[in-house]
């Protein structure tokens, strides 16, 4: 690993339902801001639940240059606003790279939603012949990544990639892949997904949803909440990073992916392929369990989930688990599916960054079971180092990123 | 609604879902250790059935059933509560 | 940085489910089309598509109900299945080694996501499908293949539209080159659907029939567009030495590969992205053009497209470009999306093997604008040696490996 270049994190840009932009978010994650309302975008009258995490106050023209706002989805509006403040934030001047070599690497649930709910809305009224092209312009989850080169002319590798609650953290291993082989110089990578119908359906059905709160860890947790959002991270080689004199938010010290093989919606009960993923990560990092100082849950709020990710973080750090502070953002930002584990990479950025943990919010009452330390309700001092990820989707699909603090 | 044509019907519905026999499928077997089923096939079967008699099923009726019986039993109920 | 064995394959196309029957049937010029009836074709004037009508898959797929699994799972299970015994990987070997997955598509299964979105608009929404649920994620395939095939490595799905099969198998490539992974099943799929159809006959992308019956010829003067075809392939990637170590047939070895996007937003890629993503290919391979055996090209019969791409070979092979032979198999097996890329290859992998490139069918006058190229109107014999893949999408992704045996 010695000869493997250094990767770091040099921007970072997000649109979420608890604020916009590196700046607003943190400060809404450490005051413990909620994003929950009732669901606004369609008629939620046939359904048992109604509460949702959407964002009210996006402007897409205050992002969108160069495309047109009324021809792409609400997920490569996100993604080129999130995209965009991750280069501001960066301080990368365009006009000094080579964009052959400036790629972007998408995660994602659901791509663009809205245009087939509008085919099949057609499709049941009889009106297919008037579909028009938007199932191939708009529809495909690879014109995500698509709108964000051409917005910003990047001509390098793009790529979705559509582990759905994982993606993110999909996206930024191969981004940083990428990078260490010298494929590209800069690489941007996030998640983008907006709320869907068809996915608020889905989860409905499964009665995954929470009708007032979402409550990671509590003893009285109810579901998830879905959401929407983007966040990217411009990740480039460390030493160019150092030339350019950019600041630098910390390394993307490696990852681990793994397959549950086990079933489509629930997670392997002896948290086995999570752990292999956490294990795998801590390797490829050279970094020891003792030395993480805070994990990023996946926390989706569901009973399952939260109770297998603790069994899942026990088996991987034994007695070490009860003295790392853990806690899930998703208390107060929702699910926002495939770009949930990009903006949890930037929190644990951000956490590194600001030597500070976001809480685990709506913690009343912890469960028995899930009984590490969850930061609950209130953002915590720390010393963090060593911030690992954690991020899991349907298909038994498990992620674990780790970030370390960039040595001068 | 007879009980014999609901009991058909449910099977019917697990027949779908997993491909076993109706005929062959027992109003005492369990989802879980007699027919080997997982959670989603539990809950599409659920489905299946409440779209074939018209009806929603709670949260807390989904999660009590264990056995085909369980299934028929809170079919009779539903139907007979409306009728009532 | 490690070498990457090809070891087996798996294919489920039209013409049948082996590499070599795939590599016969295109070696003699066998057609791919199947006349769609017009309850098929919608509100289409198109005609042409290469459905694969006599999938069955409880030939591949025992022991476990099929329910859960939708077409697609089902098409990339039954490849995995080839895959896994073609390479010799046996159930009890996958106890012992987690073995990866990373599938290409463009629309994991658009189909049993518009009828999970269309159940819920007709019937309400406390009525749609659990199980189809599971499948609306673009990455179902890949995990219900894993599950049943107890895959446990790395579980990944790359969506480039019609590039993703050959960026998955770059993406596969890179993982074992730089050491993190020593077996990956590595491919594409896409089946074809209604929906996918319609979708392309609406964008104005497919074949127009002008009332003749042929099925749309790459390069050829009468191309208007291309026939939607479908598959699933998929390759066993091993790092060399361990395929070598437990004795497996090495069948060929990936060099490299490369991509590169267009971003002028107008949908089309320009010949200029095309020859980068070729440029790169032979860069990461450390080859220089002149050493190329054969390309297989990515034209389907679009109109811009197949024109850039030959613009692109012309300028990338430069005084080679009229020697080196030129196949598109896509004359044959249509468009099939996120497969295209991977059966490209299997189909070129065999090409080498054998030492016969199938021909472009019925290519008989490339039009005007086309570059002179040594494009193979029949199929011919060829040198072992090494292959290019091309994949170009219509809407700016262009993506080239290079293959050796």
């Given at each position: ?66 495309l ?20 501001t ?28 709910e ?55 291993a191969?981004a ?73 938010y ?25 752990s ?9 990092s ?16 569901t ?53 500070q ?24 001092k ?18 674990s ?7 001068a | 609604?007879e009980?014999?044509?609901?009991k ?6 697990i ?70 | ?40 074709a ?14 069955q898959?409880e ?94 490595g ?5 969506a480039?539209?019609?590039?993703s ?60 567009g ?34 590169s996007?267009d ?30 055996s ?50 490209q ?6 090409s ?54």
């Amino acid at each position: 690993m010695n000869s493997v270049p250094s990767i770091v994190v040099t921007g970072l840009g997000m649109v979420t339902p608890i604020g916009t932009g590196r700046e607003e978010f943190w400060n809404a994650l450490i005051a413990g801001k909620c994003g929950f309302g009732p669901v606004q975008s369609f008629n939620t009258s046939g359904y048992s639940v109604h509460l949702g995490a959407e964002i009210l106050d996006f402007e897409p023209k205050d992002h969108v240059v160069r495309l047109r706002t009324r021809v792409i989805g609400r997920s490569s509006q996100l993604a080129i606003a999130a995209a965009r403040l991750a280069l501001t934030d960066a301080s990368l001047d365009l006009e000094t790279i080579d964009r052959r070599r400036a790629g972007v690497c998408v995660g994602t649930t659901s791509g663009e939603p809205h245009f087939i709910e509008r085919f099949d809305d057609r499709y049941v009224q009889g009106d297919i012949a008037n579909a028009g092209d938007g199932l191939i312009r708009g529809y495909p989850c690879h014109v995500v990544p698509s709108h964000v080169a051409a917005e910003l002319e990047f001509a390098g590798e793009t790529m979705m990639i559509p582990t759905a609650c994982a993606a993110g953290n999909y996206a930024i291993a191969h981004a940083s892949d990428v990078l260490r082989a010298g494929r590209a110089d800069i690489m941007l990578a996030g998640g983008a997904d907006c709320f869907s119908r068809i996915t608020y359906t889905g989860f409905a059905r499964l009665g995954a949803i929470a009708p007032e709160l979402c409550q990671p860890f509590d003893r009285n947790r109810k579901g998830m909440v879905p959401g929407e959002g983007a966040g990217f991270l411009l990740l480039e080689r460390k030493d160019q990073a150092i030339a350019r004199g950019a600041r630098i938010y910390c390394e993307v010290a490696g990852y681990g992916l793994s397959c549950d093989a086990h079933h489509m919606t629930a997670a392997h009960p002896q948290g086995e392929g999570a752990s292999r993923a956490m294990v795998m990560a801590l390797k490829q990092s050279g970094v020891a369990a003792e030395d993480v100082d805070y994990i990023s849950a996946h926390g989706t709020g569901t009973p399952t989930n939260d109770r297998l990710e603790t069994i899942a973080m026990k088996k991987t750090f034994g007695e070490l688990a009860y003295r790392i502070p853990v806690s899930s953002v998703k208390s107060m930002l929702g699910h926002t599916m495939g770009a949930a584990s990009a903006i949890e990479a930037a929190v644990c950025a951000l956490a590194i960054t600001h030597q500070q943990i976001p809480p685990t919010m709506n913690l009343h009452e912890q469960d028995p079971e899930c009984d590490l330390d969850f930061v609950p309700n209130q953002a915590r001092k720390r010393k963090v180092k060593v911030a690992m990820n954690n991020a899991y989707a349907f298909g038994g699909n498990n992620s674990s990123l780790l970030f370390r603090a960039s040595a001068a | 609604m007879e009980l014999e044509v609901i009991k058909i019907k449910v099977k019917e519905a697990i027949q779908q879902v997993t491909g076993v026999d109706a005929a062959g499928i027992s109003d005492s077997a369990s989802y879980i250790d007699d027919l080997d089923l997982d959670s989603l096939a539990i809950l599409e079967i659920a489905v299946a059935v409440e779209s074939e008699f018209k009806f929603q099923a709670t949260d807390e009726e989904l999660s009590s059933i264990r056995t085909v019986e369980d299934t028929i039993t809170l079919v009779k109920r539903r139907i007979f509560a409306e009728v009532a | 940085m490690k070498r990457v064995a090809i070891t087996g394959a798996g294919v489920i196309t039209s013409f049948g489910d082996s590499p070599a029957a795939l590599h016969s049937a295109l070696s003699d010029g066998e057609k791919a089309a199947y006349r769609l009836e017009d309850c098929e074709a919608g509100v289409s004037a198109c005609r042409q598509g290469g459905h694969i009508g006599s999938f069955q898959p409880e030939t591949y797929l025992k022991g476990k109900p099929l329910r859960a699994l939708d077409r697609t799972g089902r098409i990339v299970a039954a490849a995995a299945k080839l895959a896994l015994e073609n390479s010799g990987w046996t159930a009890e070997i996958l106890c012992k080694h987690d073995v990866g997955l990373v599938l290409g598509t463009m629309f994991g299964s658009v189909h049993t996501i518009s009828e999970f979105d269309r159940r819920g608009l007709t019937h309400g929404a406390s009525y749609v499908s659990p199980m189809d649920f599971a499948n609306t994620v673009l990455n179902a395939a890949a995990g219900q293949t894993a599950i049943w095939h107890n895959l446990r490595g790395i579980n990944s799905t790359i969506a480039c539209g019609a590039t993703s099969g050959l960026m998955a198998l770059g993406y596969a490539a890179d993982l074992i080159r730089h050491g993190s992974q020593t077996a990956l099943l590595a491919g594409g799929a896409d089946e074809f659907c209604f929906e996918a159809f319609c979708g392309f006959d609406q964008a104005g992308l497919l074949c127009r029939c002008n009332g003749h019956s042929e099925f749309p010829v790459p390069f050829s003067a009468q191309r208007s567009g291309f026939a939607l075809g479908e598959g699933a392939v998929l390759l066993m990637l091993e790092e060399w030495s361990a395929a070598v170590d437990r004795g497996a047939p090495i069948l060929g070895e990936i060099r490299g590969h490369g991509s590169s996007y267009d971003p002028a937003a107008n949908g089309e890629c320009g010949p200029e992205t095309i020859a980068q993503a070729m440029n790169s290919a032979l860069y990461d391979s450390g080859i220089r053009a002149a050493e190329v055996s054969c390309i297989s090209a990515s034209a389907n019969g679009s109109v811009f497209a197949d024109r850039n791409e030959a613009m692109a070979i012309r300028a990338t092979f430069n005084g080679s470009g009229d020697a080196v032979p030129v196949t598109a198999i896509k004359s044959m097996v249509g468009e099939a999306l996120g497969a295209s890329g991977a059966l490209q290859t299997v189909a070129l992998l065999q090409s080498l093997q054998t030492g016969v490139l199938p021909g472009i069918r019925g290519l008989e006058q490339p039009g005007p604008e086309i570059p002179a190229l040594n494009l193979c109107r029949r199929k011919q014999d060829i040198n072992a040696g090494f292959g290019l893949i091309n994949s170009v999408g219509f809407d700016g992704n262009a993506c080239s490996l290079m293959i050796s045996v």
